[in-house]
C-alpha cells in the first residue's frame, strides 16, 4: 500500500494484512503486549488460535468499513498494527474506531505517524465515513500528541477504565471528524 522512511531512515512498508499474516501477527501481539500497559490486555490475555486469527483478518479484509493495516521492516518483521471498523447499521456506518499498536522498539521514530498517514488516506477514500473515534490511555501523552497532531479532539473521559497492576487508569475518548 505504501512506503514510508522513518526519521532514522529505516524504510517500512505499511499494507493491508492478509491471512498469512496471521502467525506473525500472533507473535507480534504476544510481544508488543509485554511491553506495554497502554493497551487493553496483557500477556496471555488475549488467546487466540491461528485459526481464529486467520478467519479474523479474511473477516476484516471482507468487511465494508474495515481494515487491518501491517507494518513491515526492511526485514519484513512485523512492526507496527492499526486497524478500523466502521458501525454496521444504517444509523452507525458513518463512524468508526481505530487502535494502533507498535513495538516499543519503533516508538519515537515516526512509524506512528506514518501509519495514521495511510490509514487515514483510506478512511477519507470510504465516502460513507465521516468520524473516527479512538480510546487513549490519559497518561499516554505521546500517543495524545500524535492523535491531536492529526486533528483528533477530546470528546471525553471514561475514570477507571483500565485496571493494571493493582491501580486504575483513566481513558480519554477522542474523535476525528472527516470533513466532505
Not at 24 to 32: A, E, I
Not at 62 to 67: F, L, Y
Amino acid at each position: 500500500m505504501a512506503t514510508s522512511t522513518l526519521k532514522n531512515g529505516e524504510k517500512v512498508m505499511i499494507r493491508e494484512a492478509i491471512k498469512d499474516d496471521a502467525k506473525p501477527l500472533l507473535g507480534f501481539l504476544d510481544k508488543v503486549c509485554a511491553e506495554t500497559n497502554n493497551l487493553t490486555f496483557g500477556p496471555g490475555e488475549m488467546p487466540l488460535t491461528l485459526e481464529q486469527e486467520e478467519t479474523f483478518l479474511e473477516s476484516m479484509a471482507s468487511k465494508e468499513g474495515a481494515i487491518f493495516l501491517v507494518a513491515l521492516n526492511e526485514k519484513d518483521e512485523l512492526v507496527g498494527t492499526t486497524h478500523f471498523m466502521a458501525g454496521t447499521l444504517p444509523r452507525t456506518r458513518h463512524a468508526g474506531e481505530f487502535g494502533i499498536s507498535i513495538l516499543k522498539a519503533h516508538w519515537g521514530k515516526g512509524l506512528g505517524t506514518a501509519m495514521m498517514d495511510v490509514l487515514l488516506e483510506w478512511i477519507r477514500q470510504q465516502k460513507s465515513i465521516r468520524k473516527v473515534n479512538l480510546k487513549v490511555r490519559a497518561d499516554n501523552l505521546s500517543a495524545i500528541h500524535l492523535y491531536e497532531k492529526y486533528g483528533f479532539f477530546q470528546e471525553g473521559r471514561m475514570s477507571r477504565e483500565y485496571y493494571v497492576d493493582g491501580e486504575f487508569h483513566d481513558v480519554l475518548c477522542m474523535g476525528l471528524h472527516i470533513d466532505e
